[in-house]
């Protein structure tokens, strides 16, 4: 059995801390016992979070820091081993998104979404893992998405990120052969019930809106729990996940034909006419940190459109399956 990390006592450093999947891993870290550096660029948010979980088993120091700074997330990686003699396992959570057709989005957003998703994961992994050589053992997690191997039209910032994040985790597993005690693993949600789709960049011309069904963050958090104590290469959550990975493993012409419909019945409110905007790109959001991005009640975009869409690919890749199948023989 793959050995990992036991959460009580463990100390563990998660960027993206204050919202979302960061900040739902640092509930449930905490809550199990751990003693957590929570990352991210707003002080009061981290602060906010770490009075929340004052009452739980583990404890929560905020360091405020910002990915896309390699000396700072190295100065993480430094203070923490500092203060706390060690460091079990890093978190690579931090993630934005852009919006809109790649000729006509600006630029300098496009290298942004690059800049925070697969470097700042680059530099979380650069901070953390002479520690864990020098230990001996350590669990480094990369939360990617599904997106990484399916792609998607009007995100090609954020899928050509997530794609680089995973092949930076398969490389940085083939160089650690030589510890098997540490640990690299891909952590890959589909549509997840938080504020990324408020935050994103946009410049599609619509409000952008969460693909129906969307997981809680708590299930992504409870998986990344998981695979600290017990290491796995990739782990996919939910069944719209699977199911996009199987399709496009099975019928990629046919997902890339049902892509742009997808994304269109998902992802745009064409109801509301939405002006230009880089999200949270350079700055951080000024409204109260959250977990949810309340979708859930909301049900998330048009679920009705989506399902559609998704049971139409699912029918195709199955055909294309039994078709396939005919031609070998």
């Known amino acids: 059995m793959r050995t990992g990390t036991r959460l009580r006592d463990a100390t563990i450093v998660v960027t993206g801390a204050s919202s979302g999947i960061g900040r739902a891993t640092v509930e449930a870290l905490a809550a199990a016992g751990a003693t957590v550096v929570a990352v991210a660029r707003r002080q009061a948010a981290l ?159 619509y409000r952008i809106t969460a693909p129906a069904p969307t997981v809680d963050a708590a299930r992504v958090a409870a998986a990344i729990l998981r695979v600290i104590v017990k290491p796995k290469d990739e782990i996919a959550i939910g069944l719209n996940t699977r199911l996009g990975l199987s399709g496009n493993r099975v019928a990629p012409r046919i997902t890339d034909r049902a892509a742009t419909p997808l994304m269109v019945a998902s992802h745009l409110d064409d109801s509301e006419v939405h002006a230009p905007t880089a999200g949270i790109l350079f700055e951080p959001a000024d409204e109260r940190a959250e977990v949810s991005g309340g979708w859930k009640p909301a049900r998330a975009g048009r679920p009705g459109r989506t399902v559609a869409v998704v049971a139409a690919g699912a029918v195709l890749a199955a055909a294309a399956t039994i078709l396939s199948g005919r031609d070998r023989r």
């Not at 090609?156 to 098997?180: C, I, N």
């Open 47 to 205: 602060d906010e979070l770490a009075e929340q979980c004052a009452g739980e088993r583990g404890e929560v120091h905020p360091m405020p820091g910002d990915v896309t700074d390699l000396a700072a997330m190295e100065g993480v990686a430094r203070d923490t081993v500092g203060r706390f003699g060690r460091l079990d396992a890093w978190v690579n959570n931090a993630g934005v998104n852009q919006y809109g057709p790649f000729e006509e989005v600006p630029f300098d957003e496009w290298r942004r979404v690059l800049e925070v998703n697969l470097l700042g994961q680059a530099h979380g992994a650069r901070a953390a893992l002479p520690y864990f050589r020098e230990q001996g053992r350590g669990v480094l997690v990369n939360v990617t998405s599904v997106l990484a191997k399916v792609p998607s039209p009007l995100q090609s910032a954020y899928v050509a990120s997530k794609f680089g994040v995973r092949g930076l985790t398969d490389s940085l597993r083939q160089e650690l052969l030589d510890v098997p005690d540490i640990h690299v693993c891909n952590v890959m949600p589909g549509p997840i019930d938080t504020p990324l789709f408020q935050h994103a960049a946009n410049h599609t011309g």
